[in-house]
């Protein structure tokens, strides 16, 4: 793990999704995937240019300068209720606080929009850092990626 000096956040740029997909592929391999698993979650990790700065998909990341640290996405999926797309974070920079800033970027973000609700399809790697974020599981839903697999269901109620 990498301290991160500081970081902001800001919203991505089109021209950065390619950059997004590598790292969204390198912190997924981080977890002791096999190649097989990490080559059947390619399409479902990769963003494309035309996804960033729409209306119904929007993107930040957390960044120390140039650098990108890690990054998340959200959906708009009907009024109030949003679905946390993808949060990754570079793999030297887990555990230095970057996730932590990004869900709490997500929340207030939401908050600010006057959404009631986050639905969060997490990795079973990462339980413990969305409850520890105030999620509560509310049951599993299949893999778009792995068929027979079940990844926990989230939700988290927005404090407007």
Request: charged share 20%; aromatic share 8%; glycine share 8%.
């Amino acid at each position: 793990m990498q301290s991160s000096r500081s970081h902001s956040i800001r919203e991505a740029q089109p021209n950065e999704a390619s950059a997004l997909s590598e790292l969204a592929f390198r912190s997924k391999a981080h977890w002791g995937y096999s190649p097989a698993f990490m080559e059947a979650c390619r399409d479902e990790l990769t963003i494309k240019p035309s996804q960033l700065g729409t209306e119904n998909y929007q993107c930040f990341v957390a960044v120390d300068g140039d650098l990108i640290l890690g990054y998340y996405s959200l959906e708009d999926q009907t009024q109030g209720v949003y679905e946390l797309d993808a949060l990754f974070v570079d793999p030297p920079y887990i555990g230095a606080g970057v996730g932590r800033s990004l869900i709490q970027h997500a929340l207030q973000n939401l908050a600010e929009r006057g959404a009631m609700r986050l639905i969060i399809q997490g990795d079973p790697h990462a339980v413990s850092f969305y409850e520890a974020a105030g999620a509560e599981q509310i049951g599993t839903r299949p893999s778009g990626s792995m068929p027979g697999r079940d990844l926990p269901l989230f939700e988290i109620a927005i404090r407007n």
